[in-house]
T-cell receptor, first 114, second 114 residues
């Protein structure tokens, strides 16, 4: 079984401040991990993914995430928030086997304050 | 850029009506999915398909049905809509080979049943 926990359903940061969105996972097999972003009235778009290569993964729009096996974490960061980063962010885990069932977290809504 | 399309984007209908949400993808993906998304909750998988003539129910019980007659097309049907069906429905697809579990999403169909 696998699961995802996103700490904080709402996060507010000032424009230019560090963005940190937390994600912890559980998986019985080596996982693939993802961050998706959803802008209002749109579907989900892949930000970045971890697939057992480098533990520090860089994505689009200046976001990155670090896979820490010992902490079962995959937190998303961005050094300087921009107004356009306001959106909902979903962490997801997939097993690395053939079935690749994907389990999503409940999402974190990021507000950027000018 | 992903090529997966959902229509209609928004639909408001009365109780008891039959509705079909369309989903088409031009990437040749074998695997397709329907998720239900409600505010503050994780995405719930309601249907999936691994190819033509293959359909399965997902983790969340749903009164909707799906069909997969063509690789590129995966419509979802509600025979008799009720207010409890009000939700956002997201269609997604995934490549079968050479992939790491990444899902490509459509922009969603927001259904309101009065």
């Amino acid at each position: 079984a696998q699961s995802v926990t996103q700490l904080g359903s709402h996060v507010s940061v000032s424009e230019g401040a560090l963005v940190l969105l937390r994600c912890n996972y559980s998986s019985s097999v080596p996982p693939y991990l993802f961050w998706y972003v959803q802008y209002p009235n749109q579907g989900l778009q892949l930000l970045l993914k971890y697939t057992s290569a480098a533990t520090l993964v860089k994505g689009i729009n200046g976001f990155e995430a670090e896979f820490k096996k010992s902490e079962t974490s995959f937190h998303l960061t961005k050094p300087s928030a921009h107004m356009s980063d306001a959106a909902e962010y979903f962490c997801a885990v997939s097993d690395s086997g053939g079935y690749q069932k994907v389990t999503f977290g409940i999402g974190t809504k990021l507000q950027v304050i000018p | 850029e992903a090529d997966i399309y959902q229509t209609p984007r928004y639909l408001v209908i009365g109780t008891g009506k039959k509705i079909t949400l369309e989903c088409s993808q031009t990437m040749g993906h074998d695997k397709m999915y329907w998720y239900q998304q409600d505010p503050g909750m994780e995405l719930h998988l309601i249907h999936y398909s691994y190819g033509v003539n293959s359909t399965e129910k997902g983790d969340l019980s749903s009164e909707s049905t799906v069909s997969r007659i063509r690789t590129e097309h995966f419509p979802l049907t509600l025979e008799s809509a009720r207010p409890s069906h009000t939700s956002q429905y997201l269609c997604a697809s995934k490549a079968t080979t050479g992939n790491t579990g990444e899902l490509f999403f459509g922009e969603g169909s927001r259904l309101t049943v009065l």
